[in-house]
């Protein structure tokens, strides 16, 4: 089965600094997502991921992605309070019966402290 | 409507009741998902549409769950006598196709707590 592992799960950091979220996943797929969920809300898509190599940067938010090492990380600069909530990755595998299923990270849950 | 809307926003009911959560999915949206997120769980997922017909109810997690859609649009998610393990949010999303990079839209959920 395909699993998703990220970390870390939680994260508080302070206004200001820069971090990375890792996002693992055990077998090959070319397409990644990255989402956002703030309590009590759904979840917001951020990023889509569709190559090796790809970045995409939105704000102070980075996200990469790297197929063979199976690896995508979501790098924030400069966090600010705004930026709170649980970070999800997620890949997907298609087929005729689920799809285009999604396998999603644990998530992170990010505190920006002022 | 402009996203995927979900009813109820809470559920709350007793156990071995019967629930019904509905969701709305984009115009046009051909796919159509139900997730479970519970507490140590992650995300879920349940059973795929494509139109109308779910070709694998293989993730749903008992007997006591169904799904239904009709006219390639609205969804229910049905729970038979409700156990408190069924306590979680049900997340439903829709996307234009069931297969290929299409991105999928998530509704706001439905917390549903079993008492």
């Known amino acids: 089965e395909l699993k998703v592992e990220q970390n870390p799960l939680f994260l508080s950091m302070q206004e200001g600094k820069n971090y990375t979220i890792y996002c693992n996943y055990s077998?090959?797929?070319?397409?990644l997502y990255w989402y956002r969920q703030d309590p009590g809300k759904s979840l917001e898509s951020l990023f889509v991921?569709?190559?090796?190599?790809a970045v995409k940067q939105e704000g102070r938010l980075m996200a990469s992605l790297d197929t063979k090492a199976r690896l995508s990380t979501l790098h924030i600069t400069a966090a600010v309070h705004d930026l709170s909530a649980t970070y999800f990755c997620?890949?997907?595998?298609?087929?005729?019966?689920?799809?285009?299923?999604?396998?999603f990270g644990t998530g992170t849950s990010l505190t920006v402290i002022p | 409507g402009a996203g995927v809307s979900q009813s109820p926003s809470n559920k709350v009911t007793e156990k071995g009741k019967d629930v019904e959560l509905r969701c709305d999915p984009i115009?046009?949206?051909?796919?159509l998902y139900w997730y479970r997120q519970s507490l140590g769980q992650g995300l879920e997922f349940l059973i795929y549409?494509?139109?109308?017909?779910?070709?694998?109810k293989s993730g749903l997690p008992s007997d006591r769950f169904s799904a239904e859609r009709t006219g390639g649009s609205v969804s229910t998610l049905t729970i038979q006598r409700t156990q408190q393990e069924d306590s979680a949010v049900y997340l439903c999303?829709?996307?234009?196709?069931?297969?290929?990079?299409?991105?999928?839209?998530f509704g706001q959920g439905t917390r549903l707590t079993v008492v």
């Open positions: 999303a829709s996307s234009l196709a069931g297969g290929g990079s299409t991105e999928a839209f």
């Open positions: 077998t090959t797929s070319d397409r």
């Open positions: 991921l569709l190559s090796n190599g």
């Open positions: 997620a890949v997907d595998r298609s087929s005729v019966y689920t799809g285009n299923q999604f396998y």
């Open positions: 115009s046009g949206h051909t796919a």
């Open positions: 549409f494509q139109g109308n017909s779910a070709p694998d």
